[in-house]
């Protein structure tokens, strides 16, 4: 066994004495022992205390932070030691950490306290199937059945362990705890094919017939595939074929699981492998707080007053600039001329507008950041066109229009509104716009001050209303509009810039307004819409369809009223954890009150002026309105006497160099907050984001997902504090773990020549030229243990990794010899081969380009890095720079040599590189080796050597163009220059050696061992200053999902060797958080005066999740070896070459069907 975990058959047998023994003697001792005031009274402090630890602990659980969920649980174990269901926790806490002895003393605890709770029964029996004791599962799986009959997930859980026995009695009970499942979910699918595998191994045709009738009724809208299946077992059982019905009914299954009915069918009566089992969210002695908002505040009332305005400042439209900072918002109003700071003086700009000065509507005036310079600018639109405004340092606007909107766009059309969304993804907001008339436009913002008019919203006529979010909870925003006749229509994102229209919601007809939230707290954005008889209605993206309801009704709403004119905004202005609707315009405002249940309830008196805007104005905790009363600007302050608590959140992107990959405030993304159970989702608009709490005290987790499509949980979030986005890489490639002898420590990452699916600029995606891939490891990284190496591949980052070969080549040379590989990522793909080289000599001396001594830096591989130069604007490019160095000696005469240039590259990512694409901004280009000339000028040697591939990576470059050349002093001198970010670690040149002058012995490897597994993901640190992000294997930081994976069929847990034996399509597909392990036999040692090295040798692929990237929804389309363009959108995976060459292994391998489903509903409970 290897060295990195291994576990004896003594240690399982006394896991499973533990579960059972500790958990009687656990009962008895408590029963003996328990104090009697260990439980703190309802109300106290002690109270307090453990409700905020014990939730933090499950809002840290459900995000994977298991090292931080075991201190709260243990830190609220202490106040309350008869809680069981804390115990309970730290249970799922260390089985999801891998630490079995540990859960089952917490077992044990909890057992002691709740002897009787069918769902610690049920955790008893998780355990031990946790351990691959199944005997022992099924006891404590009957056990739990027997405490609650109605307990689903333990029936389900017992039946699958009886069906996996031999005896006919394991059978029938299997069968018949199947069935009590669908007399109460009779329609239940995963149920129902469970049924009919066990029906057909008892040859039971009635109970196999039964079921056959129950999945035909529910088999409209199957895929093909399901349905040919279908028809097989339908006549299997007609026939009493038993084997082969059971074959049809598991060959169902696995084209059901990518079904959401089927998921969802799943999900009612088991838990995903990879979490091993849910934890508790209800304490079950202590009293639970309520998973509701709070009542209502009956005392809040809005008091009118001049907002800073004299008679002067009359007005036709408001719209509120938040500060950056901390400061008060600022409101600026126009009367259809000009553009003025409410309470200000001074003109800001000239509005554009007609001669008379004609009202714009109250969508003319957009705040957004479009420079991401953290300082809102402004987008006016009106009868006399657009007029774009910077912000400058001191606050005051700059007209750019002219370098904003160049030709052909035309700046003086008529325009209704104007509204922000990324709509391509690359990281700066592009501007929506709506003319009077005629189809809605796009101003593609191309991040230097241009823009690209485009028209992704067709069959449109005067857009109203823009709605930008994720509709369909599928991780990207949508877009929803409503056009000058009353219609509503909504685009599916297909990434890229590519929006599809959505069938079905421009039935909704005669719609005045529009705005999109999460109304109904269910963890889904909805729109909301106000239509012209005044009813209000949610509705919402189900499947394929829509679904609406209505809500509330605006009684006296005139009749007819034009779309556009009036809005609505979603806003929580009691405080009281629930979200409130304010409706206003013309015909005046309406608002009503969200109550515990998250109905309307009609607030009156609403106040008698026409509202703009809702935000803070005195920063007292509770929401304001801005509006306009009789042409006056003025603010409606809301007071209330509920003492309910309140917080805000000011998310923004890092404001720091080499970091574009959001824009500023976060727009488009989504932010969540978690008191106890409470949970409220809202959209991020740009402006800071207040939260209601009711009754809760405190935010346990705060959890962003931001428009770049990474998501970040921070604890502890006080009031209006900013939480700034996390620089980290979303793809890489796979990391190499070896057990060097002491433990398991990173390597390099993996499989770097070959993307799927890469945009290169704005317009391109990169062709694979090269699947085969080889990285050293030296002979101190990797060590036998037991007769074999030991060797983990894991995949942690947003990608699916495609294995179709890996093993290992053992390097066996002289001392005196050291052995290469090129690894090096470039158009031209460097030769695979080992390159045998004498001893390395370091460079004599290094310079950067602004001629600072950097030979220190690059004299040894040691993890300092030549990092002098600045980062540029976008992640992985920067200015030019190089490092110029000299050798220490001439290379001059026909001997080769070889420069080995080690390091690193933060790369760009498909939206980088698509945004960098767009503008007027320097291509990314690889390392150049230039060499000084006699003359004194410098000689480009080789223009594009690519750069290293990843982490700890050296590039092989050839020096025999450099030894030909003439020189102006006794050595050579060089530079390696790029504008990538490429940090250099060492710098030498090395002898060529011939086998004939030094023999290198060489064996190739195959796995004895090929094993996939469910992991997690390592805690990373840096490597230094500018170093970069390392793994540190033995410290998991969590083990739930960490990315929005890609959905399709990855391969089951297990021995994989066959698919990863030769290259031939048949290949391993691991999803992140998984981790391959290999062993590999250790041949005899080298001979005295040898040493040895090893080749990790790999053929694959890797797909990252990244927006821009092909098809980057989906594992599909299947890579091939014969198609590497991958340019062809995904069918239907029965459609797929490589499904079609290899589709039994899709019967036998890639069963687990993985979607982002539970990932994306976030801290919503299911």
Not at 460 to 476: I, N, V
Not at 902 to 915: C, E, L, Q, R
């Amino acid at each position: 066994m290897g060295g990195g975990d291994r576990r004896t058959a003594r240690r399982v047998g006394l896991i499973s004495l533990l579960v059972a023994g500790l958990a009687g003697l656990g009962i008895a001792v408590h029963l003996l022992t328990r104090p009697a005031d260990s439980l703190p009274p309802s109300g106290s402090t002690a109270y307090r205390d453990t409700v905020r630890l014990f939730y933090r602990g499950l809002a840290s659980l459900e995000v994977g932070l298991l090292v931080e969920a075991t201190a709260q649980f243990d830190r609220a174990a202490e106040l309350a030691a008869d809680e069981p269901a804390i115990p309970a926790n730290l249970v799922v806490t260390h089985l999801r950490l891998g630490d079995d002895e540990t859960a089952a003393a917490y077992l044990a605890t909890a057992s002691g306290l709740a002897p009787q709770n069918a769902d610690i029964a049920l955790l008893a029996g998780l355990l031990e199937r946790f351990g691959g004791r199944f005997e022992a599962a099924a006891a404590q799986f009957r056990r739990a059945v027997e405490l609650d009959t109605d307990n689903l997930h333990a029936r389900f859980a017992l039946a699958r362990e009886l069906a996996q026995l031999e005896t006919e009695a394991d059978h029938l009970e299997a069968q018949q705890l199947l069935e009590a499942i669908l007399e109460r979910q009779p329609d239940n699918l995963a149920v129902l094919l469970e049924r009919a595998l066990v029906a057909a191994a008892r040859t039971d045709g009635a109970s196999l017939l039964d079921t056959v009738g129950r999945l035909e009724a529910a088999s409209d809208g199957w895929p093909q595939a399901a349905l040919a299946q279908l028809d097989t077992l339908s006549q299997a059982t007609e026939d009493g074929a038993f084997p082969q019905a059971e074959t049809a009914a598991a060959l169902i299954r696995n084209v059901l699981v990518r079904l959401g009915a089927f998921q969802d069918s799943l999900a009612a009566v088991t838990v995903d492998a990879e979490l091993v089992a849910e934890p508790f969210d209800r304490f079950l002695r202590l009293p639970s707080p309520t998973p509701t908002a709070s009542s209502p505040d009956e005392t809040l009332a809005f008091f009118v007053e001049p907002l800073n305005a004299t008679d002067a400042d009359a007005v036709s439209a408001l719209t509120i600039l938040s500060s950056p900072t901390d400061d008060a918002p600022t409101v600026f109003g126009t009367d259809g001329r000009q553009l003025q700071r409410v309470g200000a003086p001074d003109v800001v700009a000239l509005f554009p507008g007609d001669a008379v000065g004609s009202p714009p509507s109250a969508h003319g005036m957009l705040a957004f950041d479009w420079n991401n310079d953290f300082r809102p600018d402004l987008a006016l639109t009106g009868a006399g066109g657009l007029r774009l405004l910077e912000q400058t340092l001191d606050g005051t606007f700059t007209d750019v229009t002219p370098t904003g909107a160049p030709d052909p766009f035309d700046t003086t059309a008529s325009g209704f509104g104007a509204w922000a969304a990324d709509i391509e993804m690359d990281g700066d907001l592009d501007l929506v716009l709506g003319p009077t008339d005629g189809a809605p436009l796009v101003m593609r913002n191309n991040g230097d001050g241009t823009w690209l008019e485009l028209q992704p919203f067709t069959d449109l006529t005067g857009l109203r209303a823009f709605a930008w979010g994720d509709l369909d909870l599928d991780g990207d925003p949508d877009a929803a509009l409503l056009d000058a006749g009353g219609r509503l229509q909504s685009f599916e994102n297909q990434q890229a810039g590519e929006l599809q229209r959505w069938n079905g919601l421009d039935l909704q007809t005669g719609v005045a307004a529009l705005v999109m939230g999460d109304l109904n707290a269910d963890g889904r954005l909805d729109l909301v819409t106000l239509d012209t008889t005044g009813a209000i209605q949610r509705i919402a993206r189900q499947g394929e369809g829509w679904e609406s309801e209505t809500l509330a009704a605006w009684p006296d709403f005139p009749v007819g009223a034009a779309p556009g004119l009036h809005r609505l905004f979603l806003a929580d202005l009691d405080n009281n954890g629930a979200i409130d609707l304010v409706a206003s315009g013309p015909a005046g405002t309406r608002i009503w009150l969200g109550d515990a249940q998250s109905a309307l309830q009609p607030f009156l008196p609403a106040p008698d002026a026409e509202v703009f805007g809702v935000v803070d104005l005195d920063a007292d905790g509770r929401l304001d309105l801005v509006g306009l009363q009789d042409g006056r600007p003025v603010r409606m302050l809301g007071r209330g006497e509920a003492d309910y608590h309140w917080q805000v959140v000011r998310p923004r992107a890092l404001e720091a160099a080499g970091d574009q990959r959001i824009n500023s405030f976060g727009v488009g993304g989504e932010i969540e907050i978690r008191s106890g159970l409470l949970v409220q989702k809202q959209l991020l608009t740009g402006a800071p984001v207040h939260f209601g709490l009711g009754s809760h005290e405190q935010v346990e987790v705060t959890r962003i997902a931001w428009p770049n499509g990474v998501v970040q949980a921070e604890f502890d979030v006080g009031s209006d504090q900013r939480v700034e986005a996390e620089q980290r890489l979303k793809g890489s490639c796979p990391w190499l773990f070896a057990y060097d002898g002491e433990g398991m420590q990173f390597v390099t990452d993996f499989l770097w020549r070959s993307p799927l699916g890469l945009r290169i600029n704005a317009q391109d995606t990169a062709g694979i030229t090269q699947t085969e891939d080889w990285v050293r490891i030296r002979g101190d990284q990797l060590q036998a243990t037991d007769g074999e190496y030991d060797l983990r591949i894991t995949a942690e980052l947003w990608e699916t990794h495609f294995f179709d070969h890996v093993s290992v080549m053992v390097v066996d040379h002289p001392v005196a010899v050291e052995v290469f590989v090129d690894e090096r990522f470039a158009p031209q793909p460097p030769t695979l081969a080992l390159y045998p080289t004498g001893p390395p000599q370091s460079v004599r001396q290094a310079w950067d380009d602004a001629g600072r001594d950097v030979t220190d830096l690059v004299g040894t591989q040691d993890g300092r890095y030549v990092a002098t130069f600045e980062r540029g604007a976008y992640q992985g490019v920067t200015r030019d720079h190089y490092v110029e160095f000299e050798l220490d000696s001439a290379v001059s005469g026909p001997e080769p040599r070889w420069l080995l240039a080690h390091g690193w590259v933060y790369p760009t990512d498909s939206s980088i590189n698509v945004a960098i694409g767009q503008g007027r901004h320097p291509a990314p280009r690889g390392v150049a080796l230039e060499a000084l000339t006699e003359d004194g000028e410098w000689l480009t040697v080789h223009a594009d050597l690519g750069f290293p591939s990843g982490k700890n990576k050296t590039m092989v470059i050839d020096l025999s163009q450099v030894s030909q050349m003439p020189r102006t002093g006794p050595a050579p001198r060089l530079r390696l220059r790029t504008n990538l970010e490429v940090y250099w670690d060492w710098l030498a040149v090395a002898p060529d050696v011939t086998v004939e002058d030094a023999p290198v012995r060489t064996k190739r490897l195959q796995p004895s061992v090929a094993d996939l597994r469910y992991r997690g993901f390592s805690r990373t640190s840096d490597a230094g200053p500018r170093g970069p992000e390392v793994p540190h294997y033995d410290d998991i930081a969590n083990t739930g999902p960490r990315w929005r994976d890609l959905t399709g069929y990855h391969t089951r847990f297990g021995d994989v060797r066959e698919l990863l034996a030769k290259v031939d399509d048949r290949y391993l597909i691991m999803n992140a958080g998984d981790e391959l392990q290999l062993r590999f036999p250790a041949p005899e040692p080298p001979p005295a005066g040898w040493q040895r090295d090893f080749v990790l040798i790999g053929d694959g692929w890797v797909k990252d999740g990244d927006y821009n990237t092909g098809f980057s929804k989906t594992v599909r389309p299947l890579p091939s070896h014969d198609d590497p363009d991958y340019d062809t959108a995904p069918g239907s995976l029965e459609a797929d070459a490589v499904y079609l060459q290899h589709s039994d292994d899709w019967r036998t391998y890639h069963t687990r069907y993985v979607t982002p489903t539970a990932f994306l509903r976030g801290l919503a409970r299911p």
